[in-house]
């Protein structure tokens, strides 16, 4: 499936299965991918603004290949794996009831996103702006206090202990 070089303007795709596929140097503006697989899609140059996707597998994405130009997308009940969102503004992003296992989110803006009720398994984030981004109910993150900026971030408990093992210090 090669979706190389178009313009899609508040398409719906539903149950398409787009492995392999190339969205070098396309535009998707106000799109929405429900139930979709997106394993190993291409994303040279594409540009995604306003764009949702709901209940669907991503798998091998590098997002900061895309034109960064108004880029915006949100995730929600997606399953989104060994994706890269590296040096990336991505402020407002929402990641909602997402399993994001063994992605880098680094020198990532991540100003007012929210993880919420997500699992970070495996997922680095380092030199990070985390101001106002809500982990609420979120788990299995692993931040280091002292590599990422953290200014009002919610934290839900017990999961927010774990920003003491940056600490190196022991609890009883």
Same mark, same amino acid.
């Given at each position: 499936?090669? =979706?190389?070089?178009?313009?899609?303007?508040?398409? &719906? !795709? %539903? $149950?398409?299965?787009?492995? $392999?596929?190339?969205?070098?140097?396309?535009?998707? /503006?106000?799109? @929405? =991918?429900? &139930?979709? #697989?997106?394993?190993?899609?291409? *994303? %040279?140059?594409?540009? *995604?603004? #306003?764009?949702?996707?709901?209940?669907?597998?991503?798998? $091998?994405?590098?997002?900061? %290949?895309?034109? +960064?130009?108004?880029?915006?997308?949100?995730?929600?009940?997606?399953?989104?794996?060994?994706? /890269?969102?590296?040096?990336?503004?991505?402020?407002?992003?929402?990641? +909602?009831?997402?399993?994001? !296992?063994?992605?880098?989110?680094? &020198? @990532?803006?991540?100003?007012?996103?929210?993880?919420?009720?997500?699992?970070?398994?495996?997922?680095? /984030?380092?030199?990070?702006? *985390?101001?106002?981004?809500?982990? +609420?109910?979120?788990?299995?993150?692993? /931040?280091?206090? &002292?590599?990422?900026?953290? +200014?009002?971030?919610?934290?839900? @408990?017990?999961?927010?202990?774990?920003? *003491?093992?940056?600490?190196?210090?022991?609890?009883?």
């Amino acid at each position: 499936m090669d =979706f190389t070089n178009k313009e899609l303007d508040s398409e &719906n !795709f %539903k $149950g398409v299965n787009f492995t $392999g596929a190339s969205f070098d140097n396309s535009r998707f /503006i106000s799109c @929405t =991918f429900d &139930n979709c #697989n997106l394993s190993n899609v291409e *994303l %040279k140059n594409s540009r *995604l603004q #306003n764009v949702a996707f709901k209940d669907c597998k991503l798998m $091998g994405l590098d997002f900061s %290949k895309c034109n +960064k130009f108004l880029m915006s997308f949100n995730f929600e009940n997606c399953s989104v794996s060994m994706c /890269i969102f590296s040096n990336l503004e991505l402020q407002n992003t929402v990641f +909602k009831d997402c399993q994001i !296992f063994d992605c880098d989110f680094l &020198n @990532t803006n991540l100003t007012r996103a929210s993880f919420e009720n997500s699992d970070l398994k495996n997922s680095r /984030i380092q030199h990070s702006n *985390l101001s106002f981004t809500s982990f +609420k109910d979120a788990r299995n993150y692993n /931040i280091n206090p &002292n590599e990422n900026f953290l +200014k009002k971030t919610k934290f839900s @408990t017990p999961e927010v202990i774990s920003l *003491l093992s940056a600490f190196d210090i022991i609890l009883e």
